[in-house]
């Protein structure tokens, strides 16, 4: 048996939708465990081309049984939405099953999200204002509403009642906005969960017996480490944790379960939103990166923001393996660095003289941090038709093994283009 968890090691964005979808057919169930529509994952395969934001990337097999965990926010009127778009594609969507566990994004939730937001002004966190972070909170403050209860009229309609007077408080005292309605907001949800009740369940029976029959699962994040509500670069983070402890507490799959943990990394950086970022650059290689005027340019799949992007920084990326665990690395979007003649890797940090290997804590030194970087020459010719490593140009092998020595890990994927085959398995994580 195997259960493995693919985990974005960076900021977000590395490319796990597209992973997901590869190993898709190798695994019989897989799970997203956290965040909500604030991810976006972008597949391309025999099928066509999509944007998913909470349905597991794995919908695309028609063998593989889809999950959304326990640990997921769900905004429910976008779930179907989705749903509708892969129905009209053609995609089956009856091996879908939601945790009844899950909690709701309501209405007051991204009310609050983008009020609060523009309220920082210059100090803004750059949420996607979708309501995520007020979801967890409700969340940790025992008011929130769950997948369940949409279920059951009397109970919502108790909860709601309950935490809307307090919301709506808020909402036209402190932020003058007006409040929301009581009957509409009932009988919207009321609505939501009949159009979804043929997939809310108790999703642990169906998970355990998966792991009772041996059957290889596969552990969907979303965002990345770097952005884990206790680990991340705070307060420029999400509300949730997006690694492998967030994999094991969002499924409900025992630690000691776990088999392979690949952590997902760009072949270099990048960035959306606000934030410290070391290895950020500009001018024409940051063109290069970004892949402006093609089909695949650094734009947040659920934002439609221009991604900021950068050197590949090795501090933050040993980081994020050495709290996670991660045996294997997953290298995403090497052929954008096919035309770059030199390639800077950043091995360390410097602060007021002072040598760090170690990200430090406060955002205020995280900006002052320099990048201490080590120049690798690159291949100058294209790898998207490669699909075996010893295939590669020379210097990409010796880049992608630099890569693993600086991180501490052994390189099990690495992706060279978009499309589903445009993959290069140097060790199948189901086989370990």
């Known amino acids: 048996m195997a259960v493995v ?9 590395e490319g796990k939708g597209h992973l997901v979808d590869l190993l898709a057919d190798r695994a019989r169930l897989v799970v997203r465990y956290g965040g909500g529509n604030n991810a976006g994952h972008t597949v391309v395969n025999h099928l066509g081309t999509f944007k998913l934001h909470l349905i597991p990337s794995g919908i695309f097999d028609a063998d593989t049984i889809n999950v959304i965990g326990p640990g997921v926010v769900i905004n429910p009127e976008a779930l179907i939405n989705e749903l509708n778009t892969l129905k009209t594609s053609g995609i089956a969507t009856g091996r879908l099953f939601i945790s009844d566990r899950a909690h709701v994004i309501m209405p007051y939730h991204i009310m609050l999200d983008q009020l609060q937001e523009s309220s920082l002004g210059e100090g803004k966190i750059g949420t996607t204002g979708r309501g995520i972070g007020p979801a967890y909170a409700d969340k940790m403050s025992r008011i929130g509403i769950r997948m369940a209860d949409l279920l059951h009229e009397e109970t919502l309609q108790s909860r709601l009642s309950a935490v809307l007077e307090e919301k709506n408080r808020i909402l036209t005292r402190l932020y003058n906005a007006k409040p929301i309605s009581l009957h509409d907001t009932y009988l919207r949800y009321l609505g939501f969960g009949r159009q979804l009740a043929a997939h809310i369940t108790n999703v642990h029976p169906l998970i355990i017996r998966a792991l009772e029959q041996e059957q290889p699962v596969l552990l969907e994040g979303a965002q990345g480490v770097l952005l884990d509500i206790d680990h991340g670069t705070y307060p420029y983070v999400t509300s949730s944790p997006p690694g492998v402890a ?115 804590t406060t955002t205020s030194d995280f900006y002052r941090v320099k990048p201490i970087y080590e120049a690798l020459p690159g291949w100058m010719s294209s790898t998207t038709s490669v699909r075996r490593f010893q295939d590669l140009p020379r210097q990409a092998q010796a880049y992608i093994d630099r890569l693993g020595q600086l991180v501490g890990a052994e390189v099990g994927i690495i992706s060279v283009g978009p499309a589903r085959d445009q993959t290069i398995m140097v060790q199948d994580p189901f086989a370990i």
């Open 5 to 13: 968890a693919l985990i974005g090691a960076q900021w977000g964005d």
């Open 246 to 360: 967030g994999a094991c507490q969002g499924s409900g799959i025992a630690p000691s379960r776990l088999t392979s943990i690949v952590g997902v990394f760009k072949a270099y950086t990048t960035r959306v939103g606000e934030g410290p970022f070391p290895t950020e650059i500009d001018g024409p290689e940051a063109a290069i990166l970004r892949q402006i005027g093609t089909p695949w340019a650094e734009v947040g799949t659920t934002t439609g923001r221009l991604r900021r992007v950068g050197w590949f920084d090795a501090v933050m990326a040993r980081y994020a393996a050495q709290i996670n665990g991660i045996d294997r690395l997953a290298i995403t979007k090497l052929d954008v660095l096919d035309t770059m003649p030199m390639i800077r890797v950043c091995t360390g940090y410097q602060l007021d003289g002072i040598h760090l290997d170690y990200p430090p």
